[in-house]
């Protein structure tokens, strides 16, 4: 497998949501959820200077898998490293460099989202795209940040099929604008609540009396749990859920959650925001399995918060938002969260992949006669 040539692989590199999935999110349903209103693109791209890059391999019968990236400005990320935190949901997973994040509460490499087995590819791939700045020249440290999550029911995971080619292809791809959603890139062969899941995203932004930051979440989907849609129950209404005698599934999975915000926060209120995202997951009745590798990463954008890989002086000063007005990100947060997942299974169609197996796309037939069940037409 390993030697098959790159023409020999279909890259479908899809970067406006008007190609990816059924070609709907979740507003288009007429359901529009929490109270904040969404940014222009309702994606993670609202806020200023972020990019989203993908590339989805679809070949034969038996690969259905790929890459997405996400970048926090569209500058030298190493010279100019941004404030992170990374939360962890529940660590059934292989998120590599999260402890350097962690310890110094900084990001210095574009996020990148796979699957399990090709995180070493990914990191590696990572790590030429900064070895390619001329200014890195003499860097001989990197800290590459790669999410995944298994895909290898749909996929054939053991062939590894993800390149380094394709790596930087995603980031260098990458955008602002729309995003597409869906079986698109590093949410290509996954699954969701049962139904076919994939990459969505969605943002919120604050009333200029309240700061007038943007939240915007991107997320990859494959885990299970009891499906709720703005409250409705939907799964419980379809009979497909946890613990369901009608469904042959162990809930287990994982969720990659990406938080960008413009807000100037630090390391440690970036890490307060990231908590909340897990208050979205559970919104839409995502319950943390024993299995699940849920993770989220949050970051700030705000120039003023870089951190330069070679500094001018011993002094870091900065301003950071104070704690006491934290809450309404929180909820922008949860918000966005929420419809980042929804919109994942909204936009997702169904997919045939390896050994034949076959994971349907969510019913919005019956999804849209649920709602008039309950009241929400």
Known sequence: MKSKPLFFLILLMLNLSNLSGQNQRQRDLGLAPGVLSPGKWNAITDVTGVRVGHVTLIQGDSIRTGVTAILPHPGNIFQQKVPAAIHIGNGFGKLAGISQVQELGNLETPIVLTNTLSVPTAADAVIDYIFSFDENKEVRSVNPVVGETNDGYLNNIRGRHVRKEQVLEAIRSAKTGPVAEGNVGAGT??????????????????????????????????????????????????????????????????????????????????????????????????????????????????????????????????????????????????????????????AAETMTGFQGRTVERLPLEKVREIFKKFGRN
Not at 258 to 275: F, G, H, M, Q, S
Not at 315 to 328: A, G, I, Q, V, W
């Open 189 to 346: 062969g996954t699954i969701c609540f049962g139904w076919k899941g994939g990459i969505g995203t969605a943002s919120r932004k604050l009333p200029d009396k309240l700061g007038g930051y943007t939240v915007g979440v991107l997320t990859q989907t494959n885990f299970g749990g009891v499906l709720q849609i703005d409250g409705v129950p939907v799964g419980q209404e379809l009979g497909k859920f946890y613990l369901s005698d009608k469904l042959n599934d162990t809930g287990d999975g994982s969720c990659m959650i990406v938080v960008a915000t413009d807000a100037p926060l630090d390391a440690r209120n970036l890490e307060r925001l990231a908590k909340r995202a897990m208050l979205g997951l559970a919104r839409t009745g995502g319950i943390a399995s024993n299995g699940s590798g849920d993770y989220v990463i949050a970051f700030s954008t705000a120039e003023s918060l870089r951190i330069p890989y070679d500094p001018a002086g011993d002094f870091y000063e900065t301003k950071s938002l104070h704690n006491d007005r934290m809450s309404p990100l929180f909820m922008a947060c949860i918000e966005a969260t929420e419809e980042a997942i929804l919109n994942s299974l909204v």
